[in-house]
């Protein structure tokens, strides 16, 4: 299980020499030596083709560590284990630790999710937001007397998830509480606690 996780350490000095993992680099880099934390930037152009999320994680591990391609791939890293982490917690309580263990080594040696893991796009981190976001709906459906604090957390995973790629990332989730809420009556009136956590 640790050699599995520690395979997203593989790729923290390769190259940047694809174009989005230069671009990726490149746009942190620039708002970690400018101090502009507003508006990307790349190539002294504003950049705002995306949402700024991933730029900030960027440019925050720059400041700390300086640029290079460990720097600029770390939080692409610790990204990967959040995700991880998201289907350890999802798979323990709907079912037991072992079978969270295994979907975890799953997720871990899978050749997209290494793939992912090793390039700086922005897929893993909107997947491993929106994976967040699903097990904690999912926990207010399943377990309603944890709405006042899982409720919260699913909006901030979806806010999360909308800064990392834009509108589409919230309006999955939401479509797939409201099929979940329409299909199953008992999860009906326990979705209700996800504009109302306390309601």
Known sequence: MAAALALPLLGLR?????IDDARYAEVPRAM??????????LNDMPYVE??????WLGAA??????????????????????GALGVWWLGSWLY?????????????TAGLWLFLTHNLTL?????VFLLWT???????????EDARWAAPAAWAAAALAFLSKGLISVLFPALWAAALALLFPRWRKNALKLISPAG
Do not use: H, N, Q
């Not at 591990?61 to 959040?82: C, D, I, K, Q, Y």
């Not at 969270?100 to 080594?105: D, W």
């Not at 699903?134 to 309603?144: G, I, K, S």
């Open 14 to 18: 390769a190259p940047l020499i694809e």
């Open 32 to 41: 970690a030596a400018s101090g502009d934390w507003v508006l990307p930037r």
């Open 50 to 55: 995306k949402p700024p999320l991933w730029y």
């Open 61 to 82: 591990s720059m400041r700390v560590f300086g640029t290079g391609e460990g720097p600029a791939r770390l939080p692409m890293t610790l990204l990967a284990w959040l």
């Open 96 to 108: 037991c630790a072992r079978v969270a263990a295994v979907a975890v080594l799953a997720l871990a």
């Open 123 to 127: 897929d893993l981190p909107v997947s």
């Open 134 to 144: 699903t097990a904690l709906v999912l926990r207010v459906l399943e377990r309603p």
